[in-house]
């Protein structure tokens, strides 16, 4: 009787000590939450499992913009000297997914050999197919020597894979997603205004660079700002304004120079924020597990709901489309039973 008391006692006594924080994550989640999502097929419905890589891997930069943003010549300003396979043009130079990382040997992984190695978290990947995995090249770089590794995405109109899948597949994993626009060009296609839906419940990570600044007068700057944010507001629900850098990330002199104090503290400013990361790794890590944890408890009371609901020998495949029909109900039902929020249920036409 009572005891638990007594394991109690025995934990205050002698508590379990990790050496790191993504140890104690690890453990955490291969003990506790791994067999509840293996249960109830979380892996089929939402993300594949996580494993060691996911929590000991660098924090990550996924940079996303439309063709001729800027992008690869972006990530070249962070590294301050090129990098292997670059290539910068006004024509369309990037239609798959790069990812740059520091490595021993400069060089260009392909995507099928990279999703092999267990020590990259980019293995659960693999099940996107070589539509994907052909179009998508990893690159080694010596001087990115600090611990932020930089993907740069844009939305193919013929990509052969969903795209948008695998674009919240690396939102999930990465600490910081930059949205990239050009001063220029601020007409948002529908197939990149459906990509930014795609980031959809990590405005948290997201920070939109206003690029090619300096080449638009001060009082046209100030429309163009201005405009951007009446775009964004109608794609990115959010009751926050999302942080925007305006600024000219490249090494060329300005070519309109009036507004280089500007220019000069908004860099400063997005530097410090992507410096942080690395700080801000752990909690980002341990932020994201519960994320998962408490949709991952939200799926269980659905699954449990709806096998109350099976019959046990006749009639299965009509209660099926009427359980799938009526899921917006259970919906209801369940946050009612249990208290829980709207907003940690998954989407509705997704899960039907």
């Keep these: ?67 001729s ?24 130079t990037t239609d798959s997914f790069i990812a740059v990382m520091q ?14 190695d267990p020590k990259k978290p980019f293995r659960k990947l693999n099940a996107f197919g070589n539509a994907f995995l052909n179009r998508s090249v990893f690159k080694n770089s010596l001087v990115l020597y600090s611990h932020v590794c930089c993907m740069s995405a844009l939305p193919p109109t013929l990509a052969g894979y969903d795209f948008a899948a695998v674009l919240e597949w690396f939102a999930e994993r990465v600490d910081r997603i930059i949205l990239l626009f050009d001063a ?25 660079v206003l690029n090619k600044a300096d080449q638009i007068e001060t009082q046209q700057l100030m429309r163009v700002y201005g405009a951007l944010m009446w775009s964004l507001g109608k794609i990115v629900n959010t009751p ?10 490249w090494s060329h002199p300005l070519l309109i120079p009036d507004n280089r104090k500007l220019f000069e503290a908004e860099e400063q400013d997005l530097f410090r924020d992507i410096q942080s990361l690395p700080r801000n790794a752990a909690l980002r890590k341990l932020n994201d597990l519960i994320k998962r944890a408490r ?48 907003g940690d249920f998954p989407n509705l036409r997704k899960m039907q």
């Design 295 to 342: 949709l991952a408890k939200v799926h269980a009371y659905i699954i449990s709901s709806l096998k109350k609901e099976m019959p046990s020998m006749f009639g299965k495949d009509n209660k099926k489309k009427e359980l799938v029909n009526n899921l917006g109900d259970i919906y209801a039902r369940i946050e009612r039973e249990h208290q829980i929020s709207p």
């Design 240 to 249: 926050e304004v999302i942080r925007v850098y305006i600024g000219s990330f």
């Design 184 to 208: 220029h060009k601020l007409d948002i296609s529908d197939e990149f205004s459906e990509v930014i839906k795609a980031l959809k419940n990590h405005e948290d990570k997201m920070r939109v």
């Design 69 to 92: 943003t800027g992008k690869t010549t972006f990530i070249r300003y962070l590294l301050e000297q090129d990098f292997p396979g670059m290539r910068i043009g006004p024509e369309p």
């Design 1 to 67: 009787m009572f005891s638990w008391l007594g394991t109690d006692d025995r934990r205050r006594k002698d508590p379990e000590v990790f050496q790191t924080v993504s140890d104690g994550l690890k453990k955490l989640y291969k003990t506790k939450l791994l067999p509840l999502e293996e249960h109830y097929k979380f892996h089929e419905f939402h993300s594949p499992a996580l494993e060691d890589a996911d929590f000991d891997n660098k924090p990550m930069v996924l940079l996303v913009g439309q063709y």
């Design 103 to 116: 490595g021993d040997v400069e060089g260009i992984v392909p995507g099928n050999a990279l999703v092999v």
